[in-house]
Structure formats: structure tokens, C-alpha cells
């Protein structure tokens, strides 16, 4: 079983967007989506407020733009969707060798 967390990112004044994924998360991790939920409303609460501690800009949008300092664009705005992903992979052994049908 894998397991990751699937978020968009979103950016003030433009329309840009970034799928951002965070693989190998832990299982515990995985099963608790209230923990993330909480998680992801803190630091929406701490850009929004201004208390990100940098994260607004170093996550910044493709288009971003900083040349008018009054409308800067493309700064990490907030996390707007977000889902854990749980997948079982079957790896197939293509090899028939042992295999009924290999006569």
C-alpha cells in the first residue's frame, strides 16, 4: 500500500495553480485525514495572517511578479483542495516459466 497527499496550491491575483504531491506518507498519516485537515487550515490561517514566516514567497506562483510592491502577484496564497490517495500495487511477473499453461 502507498499512500501520498494530493494538494493545489493557489497563488493572490493570478489564476495559476500547482498540483503539489507529497509521497511515502505513513499509513497513521494516511488514516487520519482530520489531522491533515487541521494541518492544512493552520497554515492557510498563518499565510493568510501574515505569520507564514516566508512561505508566501518561497512558494511562489510560475507568473509571479513583484516589480509594483502595492500589487505583487503570484504569492503563495493557500492550500484550496486537497485528498490522501491510497493504492495497492500488484506487480505482474511476466515470467512464465512455472506457469500451468506453459506446456
Given at each position: 500500500m502507498s499512500?501520498?497527499?494530493d494538494m493545489t496550491f493557489t497563488y493572490d491575483g493570478t489564476d495559476f495553480t500547482r498540483a503539489v504531491k507529497i509521497s511515502d506518507v505513513t499509513?497513521?498519516?494516511?488514516?487520519?485525514s482530520a489531522s491533515?485537515?487541521?494541518k492544512i487550515k493552520a497554515?492557510?490561517?498563518?499565510?493568510?495572517?501574515?505569520?507564514?514566516?516566508g512561505m508566501d514567497?518561497?512558494?511562489r506562483a510560475d507568473d509571479y511578479d513583484d516589480t509594483d510592491p502595492n500589487a505583487v502577484i503570484g504569492t503563495f496564497k493557500?492550500?484550496?483542495a486537497a485528498k490522501i490517495v491510497s493504492e495497492t500495487v500488484t506487480n505482474i511477473?511476466?515470467?512464465?516459466?512455472?506457469?500451468a499453461s506453459n506446456g
Open positions: 499512500n501520498r497527499i499509513a497513521e498519516v494516511a488514516a487520519d491533515v485537515k487541521t497554515i492557510n490561517t498563518s499565510l493568510a495572517g501574515g505569520t507564514s514566516g514567497t518561497f512558494f493557500g492550500i484550496s511477473n511476466l515470467d512464465t516459466e512455472g506457469d
